[in-house]
């Protein structure tokens, strides 16, 4: 049921950040998306509303729940008035037999349409999106397979995710499906996000095809695309420019994971290379020295971009090339805090419907200030209404 306009909206989501025209309760609240997901229920018999459902299991995940069995007992200890908050009734005789038990929530996500759930959660992650000033936005486009999930006769869930640079939010998300590719799928993921203009979509090399390229300048978007064998002619073109005559325009240096590492960057305007709105070429050098080992590595990285000199400076280039990683940073949080590679959960839709849920949880904790994660779920696993007031439903 639609979520209730009159109870408060957390700072930490006030949504007069992205829309400065629009009044708290025009912004829909986190109900109002999930009711936007089809029910794949027969109406005959149903108990439990589909948004009740689907809204116990996304605060039992973000009070630390990594499993459908955990969801199932986190909402078995929810107290009567979690369940009202969430649009359901509390039969005060029989309070704890109007809560969904662990095996509907289990036929309900395995049912679900990932789809227009990835459509919702991801909506609901860009309406709360704190937009930035003073640098090109940035959207990083990559993969990831569920190595414990299978389908059958095997085949890894192989999920293709949108993440905002800055705030590390996952916009959109698509199952690449059995019988297809990331390559594929590029579109139909960003067709889900509905404003691309001067946002620059980072990527691996396996996107940087031209197909591509025209898509995002048909939407008015950027690209920087990196270029290895999968482009040799490009390739070619790019170690052919005079880089030893182009001045060094940004050195940075960090260290971290038992590594320091160098960059130092080169930028040269183009007009003729073999890829469609190329402006700008990149080269980038990395020199990289294992700390335990003491061995150094140099490797030198090519890549084109379609914004002039005057939209980004070498500087901006070089923080959304090393932005793009962050979207690892997401896989990271969801394998170790999460356990999702270690999840052998292969019921239908449920394995995707659980990464959503795992987006949703860290795109909740990373727009309260959460740093830490881990521990960020454990404050949540100690009182039932904090995941509640994360996700605006307090």
Not at 212 to 222: I, P
Not at 244 to 265: F, W
Request: hydrophobic fraction near 45%; glycine fraction near 6%.
């Amino acid at each position: 049921m639609p979520a209730d306009v009159s109870l408060p909206i957390p700072p930490a989501f006030d949504q007069l950040r992205e829309h400065p025209e629009a009044a708290p309760e025009e912004v829909p609240g986190l109900l109002e998306r999930l009711s936007e997901v089809p029910d794949p229920r027969d109406p005959r018999g149903v108990r439990h509303a589909l948004v009740l459902v689907l809204a116990l299991a996304a605060c039992a995940v973000l009070a630390g729940a990594t499993s459908l069995l955990a969801v199932g007992e986190w909402i078995a200890d929810a107290p009567p008035h979690v369940l009202e908050r969430v649009g359901g009734r509390v039969d005060p005789l029989f309070p704890r037999r109007v809560l969904p038990a662990e095996t509907t929530v289990r036929r309900l996500l395995a049912r679900i349409d990932g789809d227009a759930l990835d459509l919702a959660v991801g909506r609901w992650l860009a309406d709360r999106r704190i937009p930035t000033t003073g640098r090109p936005r940035g959207l990083a486009v990559d993969g990831k397979v569920l190595r414990g999930a299978a389908r059958a006769g095997g085949r890894k869930i192989h999920l293709l995710a949108a993440l905002d640079h800055t705030t590390g939010l996952v916009l959109a998300q698509l199952d690449v499906g059995v019988k297809t590719n990331e390559i594929t799928c590029f579109q139909p993921l960003l067709e889900t996000v509905a404003d691309l203009a001067g946002v620059v979509i980072t990527s691996d090399a396996l996107h940087t095809q031209r197909e591509h390229a025209d898509y995002l300048l048909d939407r008015e978007a950027h690209y920087i695309v990196i270029v290895k064998g999968n482009q040799k002619k490009l390739r070619k073109q790019l170690k052919s420019l005079p880089w030893m005559e182009i001045p060094l325009q940004g050195r940075t240096k960090n260290a971290g994971h038992g590594r320091s590492e160098i960059r130092r960057i080169k930028v040269a305007t183009v007009n003729n290379l073999l890829f469609p709105g190329a402006r700008q070429a990149v080269q980038i050098k990395r020199r990289r020295t294992d700390r335990k080992t003491g061995r150094t590595t140099v490797k030198t990285i090519y890549a084109v971009t379609s914004p002039t000199a005057d939209q980004a400076t070498p500087a901006q280039l070089a923080t959304l090339i090393r932005d793009h990683w962050q979207v690892e940073a997401l896989h990271h949080v969801r394998d170790t805090t999460f356990a999702e590679d270690a999840s052998q959960l292969r019921t239908g839709n449920a394995p995707r419907a659980m990464a959503t849920w795992r987006n949703l949880a860290i795109g909740a904790l990373r727009l309260s200030g959460a740093t830490n994660i881990a521990a960020a779920l454990r404050h949540n696993a100690r009182n039932a209404d904090r995941p509640l007031a994360l996700l605006g439903l307090s």
